[in-house]
C-alpha cells in the first residue's frame, strides 16, 4: 500500500494495464457480440416464421385464384352449352353433354377421353361437338361408362366438307363456286387440318368458314369444323388445297355433347 501511495508500482500498474485491456475490450465486445447474435438468431427465427406463414398465406390465395378461375371457366362452359340448347336451330339434334376426364398421352393420337359411355347410349362412331356447337371429333372407342373421342386434328379423322363466307355484318355472302372437298386431320404431319381435292376454280380464300355438308352419313351437315387459314395452288396439281385452324378449342377442351341422333321432323 505505501509503495502504491508513494507511486513506485505504478510503472507496474501501467504495463499490466497495458496488456490486460486489450483482453478486458476484447472480453466486452465477445459479450456484447453474443449477446447481439442472441437478438439476430431471435429475430431470424421470428423472420422465418413471418416468411412460412406468409408462404402459406400466398399458397392458399393461389389455391382460391385457381378454384375462382376454374369455377368461372365451368361457368362459362355451362353458359355456351345452355345456349347452344336453347337455339332452335340446334333442336334438330339429341345430345349428351360429358366431361374431358382423360388425354391421349401417347401422342399417336389426337383423342380425349370422357365420362360417359354405353350406360348413356353412346356408340362408336357418333359425331362430337363442343358446347358452342363446333364439331371436336367422333366416338372411337366406347366403354360403359368412358368413351375415347377421336379429334379432328388426328390424321385419321376425315369429314366431307364446305364453305361459307361472312361479311363484317355477320351477314352471309353469296358465292357463285362453293369450294367442297374433304378435310383430312394433319396433327401427326406437323399441321392441323387440310382441305383435299378443291376443284381450282372453286371460290374459296382465307377467312372463310368451313362447314360439314352431310354427305357420307358420319356428321350431320352444317356442323363449323373450323375457318381458311391459307390456301395451297399449284400448277402441276389438278386441284388446291385449303389450310384449316378448327373453331373448338381443341387442346383446352373441357366439356363436350355427343350427338346420339337427329330429329328430322323438328
Known sequence: MTLDRVGFLRPVEQIITTLTSPIEQGAYNLGRNFSDLSAFLKDLNTLKAENNQLRQELQTVREERAKAADLASQL???????????????KRFQTVSADVINRDLTGNNQAIQINKGSND?????MPVVDVSGFLVGRVEKVETK???????????????VYNKRFGQNGKQITIDKNADGTAVGQWQRGGRITIFRISKDADIKP???IFT????ATFPADILVGFVTD???????????AVL???SDIERIQRVQVILGTNETN
Not at 390456301?231 to 388445297?241: F, L, N, Q, Y
Open 76 to 90: 362459362l362452359e355451362l353458359e355456351k352449352e345452355l345456349a347452344f340448347k336453347s337455339n332452335p336451330e340446334n
Open 121 to 125: 347410349n353412346i356408340t362408336k362412331g
Open 146 to 160: 368412358r368413351s375415347t373421342i377421336l379429334l379432328i386434328t388426328d390424321t385419321g379423322m376425315a369429314a366431307n
Open 207 to 209: 377467312g372463310d368458314y
Open 213 to 216: 355438308d352431310g354427305k357420307g
Open 231 to 241: 390456301v395451297v395452288t399449284s400448277d402441276s396439281a389438278p386441284d388446291k388445297e
Open 245 to 247: 385452324a378448327p373453331s
